[in-house]
């Protein structure tokens, strides 16, 4: 099994920034791709960014420029460096992984972390 447990949110005026990690712990044998999703209140919840176990990374057209994500596989810890925050980018964040629990066993097992909030004040 894997917890994924993310810490770094809060409240932040427009304009400035802030840095959310999300760190993987448990029984696995790898995880290729970590994501970042966020859920705003009322709204579905929405692909943020993503950076597999390479460093190769893709990000939501709301969110390209302004927000960084970067990973630390010794750590199994994956960021998000959020700059230039908006009002609109007020949500709940999640962390995201899918990860294979043995060398033996091909699938993937999705998990989520519990998520953590970030209020950007206009």
């Known amino acids: 099994q894997v917890q994924l447990v993310e810490s770094g949110g809060g409240l932040v005026q427009a304009g400035g920034s802030l840095r959310l990690s999300c760190v993987a712990s448990?029984?696995?044998?790898?995880?290729?791709?970590m994501n970042w999703y966020r859920q705003a209140p009322g709204k579905q919840r929405e692909r943020v960014a993503d950076?597999?176990?390479?460093?190769?990374?893709g990000y939501a057209d709301s969110v390209r420029g302004r927000f960084t994500v970067s990973r630390d596989n010794a750590k199994n810890t994956i960021y998000l460096q959020m700059n230039s925050l908006k009002a609109e980018d007020t949500a709940v964040y999640y962390c995201?992984?899918?990860?294979?629990?043995?060398?033996?066993?091909?699938?993937?097992?999705?998990?989520w972390g519990q998520g953590t909030q970030v209020t950007v004040s206009s």
């Open positions: 950076v597999d176990s390479r460093g190769v990374t």
């Open positions: 995201y992984a899918k990860a294979r629990l043995s060398e033996a066993n091909f699938r993937e097992y999705q998990y």
């Open positions: 448990g029984s696995f044998f790898n995880i290729n791709m």
